[in-house]
């Protein structure tokens, strides 16, 4: 009899299939509004105190069982020659902070002196995250406008854009003096990664809702009207995400396994499933329907993109036709498409399947969730005593497809990852055009792994690591991760992130589909834009709705 075990890392944890995943159910996004439905949290506005052109400060409260917490939103009138996506930006649209807790008018005037500046201003220990956010500015006024006469906005504007605001960041975990993410890790409610932050994103599309139908009554008076819940629905919050977000999956590896685990153990889950229940037939079949119009949507004029978004619609119709032609009751009938997927499918087209095959199983899978975070603290420490003869194995193992490289090619270490100056956000350079290589970043573990391992050649198998350290203390680094990967298994992203056919966009897609995030467009090969929440029931909906049932609307 096969065993079915989680797919190996090493076809996993490709870049390019990484650059595949789509949301699922063990995205961040989903994972929160599971635990606020079913822990019954409830939200309100305390405070909203604005202008005819936005400016002014907002309060809104999410209670859960033990604890609240509060997003304290400021708007701001921007000039348009300041609005910017870009990091180094100075001024926004909006700015925010989530409070742990309810904040005081003390804390409130403190927080309107720095959460404006960003990065300029300082937060304190009972500040979880902090973001800014910026209008996408036409669609942004032609809602405003019509609300305001009486109208709603038109369907089509508000489906092409899919937000009213876009973040250009939403840091926590220590940013700018917020609290580290120690002080929350044992709460429930942040048991699961990134729960704050998402708990974040989800609290600013309402107050952005909520802001332009308060600008739209500030403007038409009494002819105003709310926005429509269905086209309210159908508008998430964008965001743009660049290079500083690429090197994380690099430099939290512990945390990365977890990750992949988690969802490799759930496909292994529902690939083990002797037979499938006709509901659950169903209820994947008809989700792939969504998922087929929400495919036909998805709009990017990157090269890169649209090549995949044709390929993608090819393979969704594939599926489909194969669907017709199977029974999926018959005995392992899960397995048995998998590896159909697997030899017809492209990349995306499989990546797609494997979140479509969990969603009729949350009973058996949603508790993974509580595995994801990651102590990193425990895996740092060194095992000085490992042999080199083990060490060498491990290499071997892991970083295999490393070794085989010809490191003396220029294309092989094209380029360099170093952390700007100005805004210490990471970059990516070019070796041999530009002088960065004082200032590279350790993000070639590849390249790390191909020099140590060369460095061991002389060394004897029972020669305890600390003795090659003593002599070899640049290879300290390199070390730590072997040891990291030989216990966690998808630590390690199996490609070499220096080269010159390297896409960062890889990297941030693999993490924001871990998110949740939705319909990404890749402005260049190190940035994209996507939508988070688009679709989910906003806070006033989550008691009486679905918390799953968005993430194949369209």
Same mark, same amino acid.
């Given at each position: 009899m096969t065993v079915i075990s989680r797919r190996p890392p090493e076809q996993v944890m490709r870049l390019a299939r990484m650059?595949?995943?789509?949301?699922? #159910? *063990?995205s961040f996004m989903r994972i929160l509004l599971r635990r606020m439905k079913a822990d019954g949290w409830t939200f309100h506005c305390s405070s909203f105190e604005f202008d005819s052109k936005g400016v002014g400060c907002g309060l809104y409260v999410a209670q859960g069982p033990e604890r609240a917490y509060s997003l304290v939103a400021f708007g701001h009138d921007l000039p348009p020659d300041m609005r910017s996506d870009r990091v180094i930006a100075t001024a926004w649209d909006a700015t925010f902070t989530l409070f742990d807790g309810i904040p005081t008018k003390a804390d409130l005037e403190r927080l309107n002196q720095n959460v404006p500046l960003q990065e300029a201003g300082r937060v304190t220990g009972r500040e979880l995250t902090v973001s800014r956010a910026n209008r996408s500015v036409r669609l942004w006024d032609h809602v405003v406008s019509r609300l305001a006469s009486g109208q709603q906005p038109e369907a089509g504007m508000l489906r092409d854009v899919g937000? @009213?605001?876009?973040?250009?960041?939403?840091?926590?975990?220590?940013?700018?003096?917020?609290?580290?993410?120690?002080? $929350?890790?044992?709460?429930?409610?942040?048991? &699961? =990664?990134?729960?704050?932050?998402?708990?974040t994103v989800f609290l600013i599309r309402n107050f952005v809702v909520e802001l332009a139908e308060h600008m739209a009554r500030a403007? /038409? /008076?009494?002819? &105003?009207v709310p926005l429509d819940r269905a086209l309210r629905r159908g508008l998430g919050i964008g965001n743009s995400t660049g290079l500083g977000m690429a090197p994380f999956l690099i430099n939290h590896p512990v945390l990365l396994n977890n990750w992949i685990a988690a969802r490799e153990e759930a496909l292994a889950v529902v690939r083990r499933l002797p037979s499938a229940k006709q509901v659950d037939v169903e209820f994947f079949c008809s989700l792939l329907v969504c998922a087929a119009r929400n495919v036909e949507e998805w709009r990017s004029d +990157? =090269? @890169?993109?649209?090549?995949?978004?044709? %390929? @993608? #619609?090819?393979?969704?119709? #594939?599926?489909? !036709?194969?669907?017709?032609?199977?029974?999926?009751?018959?005995?392992m009938s899960w397995d048995r498409l998998y590896h159909w997927a697997e030899l017809t499918l492209d990349l995306d087209g499989q990546e797609l399947l494997v979140s479509l095959m969990l969603e009729p199983y949350g009973e058996l899978i949603d508790g993974f969730a509580s595995c994801m975070s990651a102590d990193e603290g425990a895996a740092f420490v060194l095992d000085g005593a490992m042999p080199v003869g083990q060490l060498r194995a491990v @290499?071997?193992?892991?970083?295999?497809? &490393? *070794?085989?490289l010809d490191w003396g090619a220029q294309t092989t270490q094209a380029r360099v990852w170093y952390v700007s100056a100005e805004k210490l956000e990471p970059r990516l350079g070019e070796r041999f055009a530009e002088p960065l290589a004082d200032y590279e970043q350790p993000l070639s573990p590849g390249r790390d792994a191909a020099r140590l391992y060369a460095d061991l050649a002389d060394c004897a198998d029972e020669m305890p690591v600390a003795e090659v350290l003593l !002599? +070899? =203390?640049? +290879?300290? +680094?390199?070390?730590?991760?072997?040891? $990291?990967?030989?216990?966690? =298994?998808?630590? %390690? $992203? #199996?490609d070499n992130t220096i080269s010159a056919e390297v896409l960062p966009i890889d990297m941030l897609r693999a993490k924001l589909a871990f998110f949740g995030a939705q319909h990404f467009d890749p402005r260049s090969d190190r940035w994209v834009r996507i939508n988070m929440f688009r679709n989910a029931p906003y806070p006033d909906e989550l008691a009486g709705a679905d918390p799953d049932g968005w993430a194949y609307s369209t």
């Open positions: 650059g595949a995943f789509h949301q699922h #159910r *063990l937000y @009213l605001m876009r973040t250009t960041a939403v840091y926590g975990s220590g940013k700018l003096g917020a609290a580290d993410r120690e002080v $929350i890790a044992d709460r429930a409610e942040c048991a &699961a =990664p990134f729960q704050m932050e998402m708990l403007l /038409g /008076g009494k002819k &105003a +990157h =090269p @890169l993109q649209v090549a995949k978004l044709q %390929e @993608l #619609r090819r393979d969704v119709g #594939r599926l489909q !036709s194969y669907i017709e032609s199977v029974d999926l009751t018959a005995p @290499l071997a193992d892991v970083y295999g497809w &490393a *070794l085989a !002599s +070899h =203390p640049e +290879h300290r +680094h390199m070390v730590r991760r072997a040891q $990291i990967a030989d216990r966690y =298994p998808y630590a %390690e $992203i #199996r």
